[in-house]
């Protein structure tokens, strides 16, 4: 394993799309029973702050901290917060192996797709816990590339996930990690852990515009693509993927499932 990851996908404005089509209800259901007004949570990973701007409005925004290790991502991410009034909610740079707040410091310690793209998940999961009053609740939900599954299937389709798969692992991640979330929060100390799944479900025309489109633009022209180049893909061939995602979306019987593992570890 790499002491250290790179983040894959980059902050191209075709990634950015996807983190700010995320909510609260589509990427956190599972754990939006355990919040109340006035729950403290810590959002690590927190991207352009949608999911953090709605668990701010679910439990108040004054005790909510949102973290991450990109500073620009973050301007964004306060600009939105401003935008719907969430005065007091705070964004922060940070690393999660290395959270700047004392032990027990929120109720709640939430992640959502980060731990796929760091070297070492389980001691970004034990900082979670240290950093989570001794009771609260360590979330974290991951998508597992492998289960991801398409139909119809154009070729470069294929390749994209082999490609995907080995560049993400060759910069120090695990694209796989939903599947593993479980297994490393037991191997970061958590005896109390409930494991669930979700899914996302690409499958109406917008949808599959939007979900293509977007891809067809990552693998050809972000910080994905020079990953990929650099491992060896031909722009040709980056383009012939490209071309497979264009096709998918434009199939009228085009659907698309994303598995997430997610996890529940009470700290």
Not at 96 to 111: E, K, N, R, T, W
Not at 115 to 136: F, I, K, S, T, Y
């Amino acid at each position: 394993m790499q002491r250290t990851a790179t983040y894959t996908h980059g902050h191209a404005d075709s990634v950015l799309r996807s983190h700010r089509w995320r909510t609260a209800e589509n990427s956190a259901a599972y754990l939006l029973a355990h919040l109340a007004p006035g729950t403290t949570v810590l959002d690590v990973g927190c991207g352009p702050g949608t999911i953090t701007a709605d668990l701010a409005a679910l439990v108040g925004p004054a005790g909510v901290v949102g973290v991450d290790s990109a500073p620009g991502v973050l301007a964004e991410a306060r600009a939105a917060a401003a935008a719907r009034g969430l005065d007091g909610l705070r964004f922060e740079v940070a690393d999660g192996a290395a959270l700047p707040f004392p032990d027990g410091s929120f109720d709640v310690v939430h992640a959502h797709q980060v731990l796929q793209h760091v070297a070492d998940p389980v001691a970004v999961l034990a900082e979670m816990r240290r950093v989570c009053r001794p009771g609260g609740l360590v979330a974290a939900r991951d998508s597992d590339y492998a289960a991801m599954t398409w139909y119809p299937c154009p070729a470069g389709l294929e390749r994209w996930l082999e490609d995907y798969r080995r560049t993400a692992r060759a910069n120090g991640g695990e694209p796989d990690a939903g599947r593993r979330l479980l297994s490393w929060a037991r191997a970061a100390g958590f005896a109390d852990v409930t494991a669930s799944a979700s899914t996302w479900c690409f499958a109406t025309p917008e949808d599959r515009t939007w979900w293509g489109g977007l891809w067809a633009e990552r693998v050809t022209s972000s910080a994905l693509a020079e990953r990929l180049r650099a491992d060896g893909a031909a722009q040709e061939e980056l383009e012939r993927v490209a071309a497979g995602w264009r096709e998918w979306a434009a199939a009228d019987d085009g659907w698309f499932a994303v598995l997430h593992g997610e996890v529940l570890c009470r700290a």
